[in-house]
């Protein structure tokens, strides 16, 4: 069933990381400026292979981890482009700004979240994406402009759920360069904006959200009722040595490892002692988490009854199972879900596909066809989604 | 049946890794010298639960990850606390020479390759251990030191299986510090010694064995026909940043991203398309490589497509399969099991317990009771690792 359909896809990542070491894209994009609908992309893709949502009838297709971008953004990253020559942000910022046949398909799809795309997720029987800024988001700038261009952003971004509002969602960039700000723009993102959590490109300047510094952050999210969501990005500059070779800095491997990291420090620090209702969502099956469930569970009693360490009061997988929704995003694998809903359960687990950098129908092939019950493929596509982001059912 | 067993037992683990950066042991242990049996072992557990070998008949407990200590590793260990002053291989050496409790526990058991251990084996029902150094062994040594100290510790190996031939297999300690010697010391060991592969403890110095310098070490392997068992240590003290905080570092969650990266490494890296019948082990069921199967195929074909990087010849998991086994080593997990066995096969899996780091009666009850096929078991239990390591059967 999936063979032939194959063959006529081209999808995309950026994600590659390290390659940009070597093919460093240094143009700009000339039609930068138009985020015109993309009325090619659904007749490339054989229409209707998708149930609508109205004949599913039990449930939408809500995708949990889609990229947009905004011209604020971009111009953002053009203007770091003009001092940070080096590393992997520099090469993850400047790509999308490049003449390369990549950029020049990508971002207008990033930029696009209007018809264009709306006709995309008809072809690929999407009903819904919850959108969030397309990584590293803010995180690269300085402080004022973190703030003003995250701030800017969610307009876009309400503004097109405003004209959408069965098809989109958002998630709220913020720029935890500044944490008081942060949760300023938090309480104005869902209070006054209307949307349904907020994306954090894992660290900040190396920084992650288990310091104290960004406690207020957690806090401001927990009292919100709504779900921090920690994309990847590249490791910390300085940590990235070992990941270099073979571009495994990016997707194959290192951004795992980071966000993977991220999500062990939250669990590990005890954050989620003292927020007990905070929620964070870990793409790609949890950044490899719960593979380690076991192991981690183990040496964290261990090292406690040798050398008294650890103080949280449950052990670390009883925060992944109740503080952590992981998403299926870029991991189409059925052995992996399988193992996932096996250990978390499924109501820990929503859909993702990570357009447009992955294909959002063979995302939705793999969880249609995956042989897990009716019941949790109900919760995974939708059920979940719509509790932890408040989305209108 | 194995709750009340487990209350009476206490397993240690060093692997804690950032622990010690909090409780440094400065002490040196006073009975070092005596590698003595441990009668009282054997004892303090209920004996007679596991299967004799003779009654199970169809397979042995062969356990492939199992730790000893040398007194010259010892010595060395204690000369770099003169110099080393900080870090994750200081903590992690240190802690063994010291007078806590753990050490007091630790060291003579990691000493011991005599009668105490095989009491305890028997005692746990492991029919025999394929032992190797434990880590870091001699890669924290300037290169004149850890050859003379990996040469001398294959020596008291090698005198350990003469004496125990049916209890005993054992991994060289090489020094990758000074690959040239490394091949030397790799035919010596195999030709002479009859030792059945190698051990090298992760990174040496930050470097790993993708890179070219290290080549002839894989010759010499793949010629030898006997496989390298890629064990954990701390990542590089430059890249441990983001990993330090709540012992990360360790084996909650470093050590795999430290091996696992090591393993990734080697499968992007073409080293086996060069050494095309190299053997690579890696322990806690494959560092956490197997969970990411799908995504880093999906990745290395993506990059390849859009940026023309990767000149394998086949896709990274083809040798996963072909050239990598994998250890149940600290990660008894029947989910985690029956995933591996389904994404990789039950061929490229043995079993393993990180004596005395772990506890080998719940590796051995782990991998008893889980549910899988008989044919498997006795795969995983001693049939790979007669095939890899030539074990005499």
């Known amino acids: 069933m999936t063979g032939p359909r194959r063959a006529v896809r081209a999808t995309d990542s950026f994600h ?49 981890e889609e990229a947009f971008a905004t011209q604020p953004q971009l111009e953002g990253y053009r203007d770091i482009g003009k001092y940070l020559t080096q590393g992997a942000d520099f090469n993850f910022t400047q790509i999308l700004l490049g003449d390369s046949e990549y950029a020049k398909r990508q971002t207008p799809r990033l930029l696009d979240i209007g018809e264009g795309r709306i006709a995309q997720m008809d072809a690929d029987g999407v009903d819904m994406q919850v959108l969030s800024l397309t990584s590293p988001g803010v995180q690269v700038f300085r402080p004022d402009t973190a703030i003003a261009i995250a701030r800017e952003s969610n307009d876009i971004l309400a503004e097109a759920i405003r004209r959408y509002p069965t098809r989109f969602a958002g998630l709220a960039a913020i720029a935890p360069q500044d944490p008081k700000h942060s949760v300023v723009e938090m309480e104005r993102a869902i209070n006054q904006l209307g949307l349904n959590g907020f994306i954090v490109n894992s660290h900040t300047n190396g920084e992650y959200l288990d310091e104290e510094k960004f406690w207020p952050i957690l806090e401001a999210a927990e009292a919100l009722d709504r779900p921090i969501y920690i994309h990847p990005r590249s490791l910390p500059e300085e940590a990235l040595g070992p990941f270099r070779p073979y571009g495994l800095g990016g997707a194959a491997w290192g951004y795992a490892v980071e966000t993977g990291t991220h999500g062990m420090r939250l669990l590990f620090s005890g954050v989620f002692d003292r927020f007990p209702r905070l929620r964070i969502v870990l793409g790609h099956m949890g950044e490899g988490i719960p593979y380690w469930v076991y192991r981690f569970d183990h040496m964290y009693a261990t090292a406690k009854r040798n050398w008294g360490t650890g103080s949280l009061k449950e052990p670390p997988s009883f925060y992944l199972k109740r503080n952590v929704l992981i998403t299926t995003s870029g991991m189409f694998s059925e052995p992996v879900l399988k193992y996932c809903i096996e250990v978390l359960g499924a109501d820990n687990i929503m859909w993702a596909a990570d357009y447009p950098y992955q294909d959002s129908r063979e995302a939705a092939d793999f969880l249609d066809s995956a042989r897990i019950s009716e019941a949790d493929r109900i919760k995974i596509y939708s059920g979940n989604a719509e509790r932890v982001f408040h989305l209108k059912t």
Do not use: F, H, S
């Not at 292979?49 to 009838?57: L, N």
């Open 16 to 64: 590659e990381g390290g390659i940009m070491d070597r093919r460093r894209v240094l143009g700009l994009a000339g039609a930068l400026g138009a985020a015109a609908a993309l009325p090619g992309l659904a007749t490339a893709r054989q229409k209707n292979e998708g149930q609508p949502a109205k004949a599913r009838g039990r449930y939408r297709r809500i995708a949990t």
